[in-house]
């Protein structure tokens, strides 16, 4: 034990110093306790991935389907616009009821995602009450806290958003090739649709992180005492 | 006994920065008396509103700690134990009163410094063991070091030197439902000394274990005081867990009732083990 056997005298000061100021757990250290936290917790981090995947692929293939369709429109494609406004699509891009509809459909699929955020990161922390109280008696200072919780929800995000995307975009291109056969891929607009990965991209993580926020904030303001009292 | 120091040199209310006392005691721990008061209590009140109601759980508490003391705090439930050893370890502040560690005022304390506090000058051990469910016994252990700004590698090595220590060393990575009430709180013991704690606050350490488990850890406890010079608080409502006692304050209704030294306990208990009538 080196460290704790230092001579009598030495030992003696160091008992004797001033009150320090508590450093921040490097970022890395924080990291890693936050991905163990989703590892050892992970049937409930997939059922809230879930949720992120299903929403972002859903916002992800209708962005994605528009700006194809749009795009085979404007191209002049004429064979397609027939067809296209046979099957109802086109006549949605300029039909402003039936975009309202789907945006309706897109701000639910979002809002029901962000709710289900919301409500595993509360759960979460609340079955970890007695965790944070005895992290904070260890010296875990509110910051710590805040940014585990944050960290969780955004590796459960960013997973899940990029699976959610890149379920869209699969999706997007599949009907793309039933609809128009292989010259579609002539015709797919990539620079727009990347643009709107990009979107989604930041949509689903940044929702994910809002959503963990009031429970992270709920979290790291628990005093020690009351969080260790509390019965679950 | 070491000679006192001078308590009336010692302001009432002293803030974190220059005073000349902890100055002072630096200098007699050189010599050689470690008589400076590690843990000051003084007329701390506490007052809690259950439904509105007023709950006097301390009611102007005065106790001194000298380093490397045992102290057991005995007391049935709801005399106040718990609520003194949350003012001492810096996880409450009194309605009145003031509770200095070292001579600092805890109350003067901002977020860091008590973050700190907590970290390095108190180790915690809890009756319901508290270890992070989810780590393993060294990660748990290490867990007050990477607070503390040690690195990884330095913290395992620790880690697993003090869960040999505690007589844990087979199963450092073991999760916390893979060991007993008793390696659990041995693994809470080895937490608790993780970064050289000038006081380790122990409330109720065997209330969930059975007797000879309990005695072990009292045992192990009162070793570990000698070996890593540490004051230990203990709190227990249990006759059976105060042998390794210096002194036995006994707490009842918010307030101390009396006080005993070891000499006395031995004459009131005769053989401190299975003399279940006591006190009280």
Same mark, same amino acid.
């Given at each position: 034990?080196?460290?704790?056997?230092?001579?009598?005298?030495?030992?003696?000061? !160091? =008992?004797?110093?001033? +009150?320090?100021? *508590?450093? #921040?757990?490097?970022? &890395?250290?924080?990291?890693?306790?936050?991905?163990?936290?989703?590892?050892?917790?992970?049937?409930?981090?997939?059922?809230v991935?879930?949720?992120?995947?299903?929403?972002?692929?859903?916002?992800?293939?209708?962005?994605?389907?528009? !700006? =194809?369709?749009?795009? +085979?429109?404007? *191209?002049? #494609?004429?064979?397609? &616009?027939?067809?296209?406004?046979?099957?109802?699509?086109?006549?949605?891009?300029?039909?402003?009821?039936?975009?309202?509809?789907?945006?309706?459909?897109?701000?639910?699929?979002?809002?029901?995602?962000f709710v289900g955020i919301l409500n595993a990161m509360l759960l979460s922390v609340t079955e970890r009450f007695?965790?944070i109280?005895?992290?904070?008696?260890?010296?875990?200072?509110?910051?710590?806290i805040v940014?585990l919780f944050l960290?969780e929800s955004?590796?459960q995000?960013?997973?899940?958003?990029?699976?959610?995307?890149?379920?869209?975009?699969?999706?997007?291109?599949?009907?793309?090739?039933?609809?128009?056969?292989?010259?579609?891929?002539?015709?797919?607009?990539?620079?727009?649709?990347?643009?709107?990965?990009?979107?989604?991209?930041?949509?689903?993580?940044?929702?994910t992180i809002v959503g963990a926020l009031y429970p992270a904030w709920r979290a790291a303001k628990m005093?020690?005492?009351?969080?260790?009292?509390?019965?679950? | 006994?070491?000679?006192?120091?001078?308590?009336?040199?010692?302001?009432?209310?002293?803030?974190?920065?220059?005073?000349?006392?902890?100055?002072?005691?630096?200098?007699?721990?050189?010599?050689?008396?470690?008589?400076?008061?590690?843990?000051?209590?003084?007329?701390?009140?506490?007052?809690?509103?259950?439904?509105?109601?007023?709950?006097?759980?301390?009611?102007?508490?005065?106790?001194?700690?000298?380093?490397?003391?045992?102290?057991?705090?005995?007391?049935?439930?709801?005399?106040?134990?718990?609520?003194?050893?949350?003012?001492?370890?810096?996880?409450?502040?009194?309605?009145?009163?003031?509770?200095?560690?070292?001579?600092?005022?805890?109350?003067?304390?901002?977020?860091?410094?008590?973050?700190?506090?907590?970290?390095?000058?108190?180790?915690?051990?809890?009756?319901?063991?508290?270890?992070?469910?989810?780590?393993?016994?060294?990660?748990?252990?290490?867990?007050?070091?990477?607070?503390?700004?040690?690195?990884?590698?330095?913290?395992?090595?620790?880690?697993?030197?003090?869960?040999?220590?505690?007589?844990?060393?087979?199963?450092?990575?073991?999760?916390?439902?893979?060991?007993?009430?008793?390696?659990?709180?041995?693994?809470?013991?080895?937490?608790?000394?993780?970064?050289?704690?000038?006081?380790?606050?122990?409330?109720?350490?065997?209330?969930?274990?059975?007797?000879?488990?309990?005695?072990?850890?009292?045992?192990?406890?009162?070793?570990?005081?000698?070996?890593?010079?540490?004051?230990?608080?203990?709190?227990?409502?249990?006759?059976?867990?105060?042998?390794?006692?210096?002194?036995?304050?006994?707490?009842?209704?918010?307030?101390?009732?009396?006080?005993?030294?070891?000499?006395?306990?031995?004459?009131?208990?005769?053989?401190?083990?299975?003399?279940?009538?006591?006190?009280?």
């Amino acid at each position: 034990m080196s460290s704790s056997a230092d001579s009598g005298s030495d030992r003696a000061e !160091s =008992l004797h110093g001033r +009150i320090g100021h *508590q450093v #921040q757990l490097p970022f &890395v250290n924080a990291v890693r306790i936050a991905w163990r936290n989703i590892r050892v917790r992970l049937a409930r981090s997939l059922l809230v991935t879930s949720g992120i995947i299903l929403a972002l692929a859903f916002l992800t293939y209708i962005l994605c389907s528009d !700006s =194809l369709a749009r795009n +085979i429109a404007e *191209q002049g #494609q004429t064979r397609y &616009v027939e067809q296209l406004l046979k099957q109802g699509i086109l006549a949605d891009l300029g039909d402003a009821d039936a975009r309202v509809q789907t945006w309706w459909l897109v701000g639910l699929a979002l809002l029901v995602s962000f709710v289900g955020i919301l409500n595993a990161m509360l759960l979460s922390v609340t079955e970890r009450f007695k965790e944070i109280g005895t992290m904070k008696c260890l010296g875990a200072l509110d910051g710590l806290i805040v940014q585990l919780f944050l960290l969780e929800s955004t590796f459960q995000g960013v997973v899940g958003t990029a699976i959610g995307i890149t379920i869209g975009v699969l999706l997007t291109l599949v009907e793309g090739m039933g609809l128009y056969g292989a010259t579609m891929w002539t015709l797919v607009p990539v620079g727009n649709m990347a643009a709107l990965v990009g979107i989604c991209l930041l949509a689903g993580t940044g929702l994910t992180i809002v959503g963990a926020l009031y429970p992270a904030w709920r979290a790291a303001k628990m005093q020690p005492v009351d969080a260790m009292r509390a019965e679950i | 006994m070491p000679e006192k120091p001078q308590e009336a040199e010692v302001p009432e209310v002293m803030l974190a920065t220059e005073t000349a006392a902890p100055k002072r005691g630096a200098e007699e721990d050189k010599a050689g008396l470690l008589a400076v008061h590690v843990i000051r209590a003084v007329g701390v009140k506490r007052i809690f509103y259950l439904g509105g109601e007023p709950v006097n759980a301390l009611r102007g508490v005065d106790l001194s700690v000298k380093r490397g003391e045992y102290v057991s705090i005995m007391g049935p439930s709801g005399s106040g134990k718990t609520t003194l050893f949350n003012m001492i370890g810096g996880l409450d502040k009194p309605d009145q009163g003031h509770v200095y560690i070292d001579e600092v005022d805890v109350a003067a304390l901002d977020t860091f410094e008590l973050a700190w506090l907590r970290c390095h000058k108190i180790g915690y051990i809890f009756q319901t063991f508290n270890l992070i469910p989810v780590a393993s016994a060294i990660e748990n252990v290490m867990f007050p070091m990477l607070f503390a700004g040690t690195t990884q590698a330095e913290a395992q090595q620790k880690a697993a030197e003090l869960l040999k220590r505690v007589g844990l060393g087979a199963r450092i990575f073991h999760k916390p439902v893979a060991l007993s009430g008793g390696q659990q709180q041995r693994v809470a013991v080895a937490r608790a000394l993780a970064n050289d704690p000038a006081i380790v606050l122990a409330d109720e350490p065997t209330g969930n274990l059975d007797l000879h488990t309990g005695e072990e850890i009292i045992r192990m406890l009162e070793g570990l005081k000698e070996d890593f010079h540490v004051t230990v608080m203990s709190a227990t409502h249990d006759h059976k867990m105060l042998a390794a006692s210096d002194r036995v304050v006994y707490l009842s209704d918010g307030a101390i009732s009396h006080i005993k030294r070891r000499e006395e306990l031995d004459i009131k208990f005769g053989t401190l083990q299975g003399d279940d009538k006591g006190v009280g």
